[in-house]
């Protein structure tokens, strides 16, 4: 399409050459003339010639438009130039009057030329899902028998062993069989951190290779792998209109009833006036051509395409819009806990000294007892010890006391760590009352013994997120309502309630009972829910705008509205900024599109013509390409950040 106005612009501007030396008005205006037997006749092909071949796209255009009953811009441009064609051409063969040929051609050559350009523009501003196909490499080093061998990714089967090279492009959705790496997905996830891997670890195609070399095992190929979902979405994210879209296709549609109405009513009111009806007929054809509603078609098209390409680009998959652009005015967000506001793994969040002992110490003597152990609390002890940057110490004589804890010598001496359950049952005696407030916000509470004497206890429970203080601090500065819906204890939903200063909790939901919550909230507010998309189905499908958060690479969510493939409770937060963004361009060009025929219409009627002041067809049409271009640009400055 790019490439065929193309050449109808050239072939069209070169027969314009010889059309303005024989037209009579341009050569009196340049003081010439140049006139033989049949040079009207001459005149007259050289301009069908155009006005068939280099209005083709238009004229095609108008019938299409009549076809989908929804006439536009392409039926004012045909009606435009129809009009002066055949009124031109009686001339030549009898009519009195003047020929508009040279008007004609040129305003046939200026709006190939902006639709040339304007397609350049458009395409520039929907590449989003040429640049998502650019980022899987073509070629995988595959390897077989021993031997390393270049083959194309499309040949290659689940199963297959691949070789990636550092600085390369992973080939294919798989897992490390072997080596470690540090890969970036930053193109893929917006995960800005390169993300270490090693064997058994997901590795993403299209992602890039750091420092070392990996082989990694195919897991998905063709449409199942995560590229591949992620484009079909953002194709149908692009396809799929929205109320807005609705809004601005009326509009177009009213747009040209009123440039005929006008253009009808200039060219009767300036023969009412006495003018010649060459000129009343320009005036007429100006006002259609200006008042084309192109940009006004364009307007929400393009910004879709260019929010749906930044949104992917960075994890937020965006599925149904319509709920996206809901997302702007959201005025609650009900967060689920476990994996969403938390982690989903224990960790220790209290450590209370008994004995005058360091807490760091504690920790450290706690961890060197676990590191032994495969219990779901001794992993979350040791894994915060190991975040804290504590050593470990060497343990003799270890061994598990079921039930209750473990055992061990550390630098001499018998160490245990137990559970409350232990305590009673030797009959250890504990007052602490920071102790009864851990217990009763519900958290796990275990003790380190020297022997029999209580050295301190740790608390654990599922670690709170980082990035959810931050997240819930930014949307309720923002005004809109947090709130938590979880099926665990009260406790510990007051609890994590209180360390991120939630608005309000659900506790004790089951998840049959989630959506019920969800719609209580919605009688009073436009609510969102943020959860992971399995147990949360019913909920995410009943809320105003379903986000499913962490969904890593399996985007193929069906309840949810937004997929959000981080565990990060602030892509909500940019979710809603873009949204709102969104609609802002989406405002401002429809803005653009429809406000500034309020100042052309009038100039192209000629209500300046007073003071010398008018518009050719050509004029009008540069402005209308103009208004176009810029609506383009406008959209292409839409960013995430």
């Not at 930014?474 to 204890?489: A, R, V």
Request: glycine share 10%; charged share 20%.
């Amino acid at each position: 399409m790019l490439a065929d106005f193309r050449k109808r612009f050239i072939v069209s501007f070169i027969l314009t050459i010889p059309v303005l030396v024989l037209s009579p008005a341009i050569q009196g205006f340049l003081g010439f003339e140049f006139r033989f037997p049949g040079s009207n006749i001459l005149l007259f092909l050289l301009s069908s010639v155009v006005y068939f071949y280099g209005g083709y796209p238009f004229l095609k255009g108008m019938k299409d438009e009549f076809a989908e009953k929804t006439p536009g811009m392409m039926t004012l441009i045909a009606i435009a130039i129809t009009v002066a064609y055949f009124y031109s051409s009686a001339v030549v063969f009898g009519l009195q009057g003047k020929v508009f040929f040279w008007e004609l051609v040129t305003l046939i050559d200026v709006m190939l030329l902006g639709h040339w350009l304007e397609m350049r523009s458009v395409m520039g501003a929907s590449r989003a899902l040429e640049e998502l196909v650019k980022i899987m490499p073509s070629v995988a080093h595959l390897k077989k028998n021993g031997e390393t061998v270049d083959v194309e990714v499309a040949r290659l089967k689940i199963g297959d062993l691949v070789l990636v090279k550092p600085g390369e492009k992973v080939p294919v959705d798989g897992t490390v069989s072997g080596g470690t790496s540090s890969v970036n997905e930053a193109m893929l996830t917006g995960e800005s951190k390169p993300v270490t891997k090693k064997p058994g670890d997901e590795v993403i195609g299209g992602s890039l290779n750091g420092e070392a070399a990996f082989v990694a095992e195919v897991k998905k190929t063709g449409k199942d792998t995560y590229l591949s979902q992620v484009i079909e979405l953002v194709r149908t994210a692009q396809e799929s209109k929205s109320k807005t879209q609705d809004l601005a296709n009326r509009a177009a549609l009213y747009l040209t009833i009123i440039a005929v109405s006008v253009g009808i009513i200039t060219l009767a009111a300036w023969l009412f006036f006495g003018q010649e009806f060459v000129f009343a007929l320009e005036r007429a054809v100006t006002v259609m051509v200006i008042t084309c509603p192109h940009a006004l078609g364009l307007a929400i098209p393009l910004v879709v395409a260019v929010s749906t390409s930044l949104a992917a680009k960075s994890g937020l998959l965006i599925r149904d819009r319509q709920a996206f652009e809901r997302a702007r005015n959201l005025e609650a967000v009900i967060f689920d806990k476990t994996g969403t506001l938390t982690e989903g793994r224990f960790g220790v969040t209290d450590i209370v000294s008994v004995s005058g002992e360091d807490n760091g110490k504690i920790l450290s003597l706690a961890a060197s007892l676990e590191a032994s152990s495969e219990h779901p609390i001794a992993a979350g002890i040791l894994d915060t010890a190991r975040e804290k940057g504590l050593k470990t110490l060497p343990v003799e004589g270890f061994s598990s006391i079921p039930g209750k804890g473990v055992e061990g010598l550390v630098e001499g001496k018998k160490l245990l760590v137990v559970s409350p359950g232990y305590l009673e049952e030797e009959g250890i005696r504990l007052e602490a009352a920071e102790i009864g407030i851990i217990k009763e916000q519900g958290k796990t509470v275990v003790f380190l013994l020297e022997g029999k004497k209580v050295l301190g206890a740790l608390a654990l429970a599922d670690m709170v997120r980082k990035e959810s203080r931050e997240a819930v601090s930014k949307l309720k500065s923002m005004g809109i309502k947090c709130l938590m819906l979880t099926g665990d204890n009260r406790y510990v939903a007051a609890w994590v309630a209180e360390e991120l200063e939630l608005d309000d909790y659900f506790a004790e939901v089951l998840p049959h009972e989630k959506a019920a919550k969800v719609k209580e909230v919605q009688k009073h507010y436009i609510t969102g829910m943020v959860g992971d998309g399995v147990n949360d189905a019913p909920a995410l499908a009943q809320a105003d705008v379903g986000i499913a958060i962490g969904a890593g690479t399996d985007v193929a969510i069906e309840t949810a509205d937004i997929v959000l493939v981080r565990n990060d409770p602030g892509d909500v937060l940019d979710i809603i900024m873009l949204s709102k963004k969104t609609y802002s361009k989406m405002f401002q060009n429809l803005l653009w599109a429809t406000g500034y025929n309020v100042f052309a219409i009038p100039l192209a009627a000629g209500v300046l013509y007073g003071y010398g002041i008018l518009l050719s067809p050509a004029a009008g049409a540069v402005l209308m390409s103009l208004s176009t271009v810029i609506v383009s640009i406008n959209a292409r400055a839409l960013k995430m950040g």
